[in-house]
């Protein structure tokens, strides 16, 4: 009995190894390149050991998950191959009619993997919050600028139009171009995101007013399996969740509609904080 219980407190992160997993051994056989295996092999075992982590309750948990997936496609894919994994890679990558490294990467992480758990690549893998996450604003201290949010959506056409036109005008040493571009673009990812974290005083400013990515991840999210339920029938109304919700998710409401529900990182710190345990 006591087994079973294990095993089923434990299956969402076996679950999440099997699905990469599956990704790895798929791209493997596909493409005929090794690479693939041991890539999502490592990712899916290092969200798998993560959320293992967090299920039995250490606190570094997502912490670990970060640092290990995020440093590693900064700076082995980033870096050292020379991989533009931010968002003109994928632009870059797609106008070349080439499906693997960012391509791939945005499909499985960015595209199709959130209608499996959501937005958990930006609690747990991405190397832009990776940084973020350390600095002292983790529970929001203003409230949040709605109006700003539509700047994401300029930075999504200004990375796509960026692309579009090296393309258009023929530039001469595109992928080295590409390259510096991914590490400029991390610096000034950086530099704003912490500048803006203090001037609202918020951790994940830079996540809700300006990343583009966000854009690929609102309408899969929507259908997430992977999701932070809510029984009302024992929520209280306290506003403890909401309090320490790095993303000013409404979490206490169950249905689908709640305000900014795609945007739910899965960190579950309002779960830890539920006076009642209404949410799991």
């Known amino acids: 009995m006591r087994k079973n219980t294990v095993f089923r407190k434990y299956i969402a992160s076996l679950l999440l190894f099997l699905l990469f997993e599956t990704v790895a051994i798929t791209l493997w056989k596909a493409k005929g390149n090794l690479f693939y295996l041991l890539n999502f092999s490592y990712i899916g075992g290092c969200l798998a050991l993560g959320t293992a982590l967090f299920t039995a309750g250490k606190r570094y948990a997502r912490h670990f998950v970060q640092l290990a997936v995020g440093s590693y496609m900064l700076l082995y894919l980033g870096v050292i191959s020379h991989e533009n994994m931010q968002i003109e890679g994928f632009w870059y990558y797609l106008f070349l009619g080439v499906f693997e490294a960012a391509t791939i990467h945005y499909a499985v992480a960015k595209i199709f993997g959130p209608l499996f758990f959501g937005r958990g690549w930006c609690g747990y893998a991405c190397w832009t919050a990776m940084v973020l996450d ?123 509609k709640r305000k900014r529900g795609t945007e739910c990182i899965l960190c579950y710190e309002c779960t830890k904080v539920c006076p009642t345990k209404a949410l799991h």
Not at 208 to 226: A, D, E, G, N, R
């Open 134 to 256: 350390f600095l002292p604003y983790k529970q929001p201290e203003k409230p949040r600028k709605e109006k700003l949010g539509v700047l994401r959506y300029v930075m999504f056409a200004l990375s796509l139009t960026l692309v579009s036109g090296l393309f258009l005008m023929n530039v001469a040493n595109l992928e080295e171009i590409m390259f510096w571009m991914f590490l400029v673009g991390n610096a000034l990812y950086y530099i704003v995101g912490i500048v803006l974290a203090f001037i609202f005083k918020d951790n994940r400013a830079f996540c809700k007013y300006l990343c583009p990515v966000t854009v690929f991840f609102k309408p899969m999210s929507y259908f997430s399996i992977l999701r932070v339920h809510c029984d009302e029938s024992k929520c209280v109304h306290c506003g403890k969740c909401l309090r320490v919700c790095p993303m000013n998710v409404e979490v206490n409401k169950e249905s689908r």
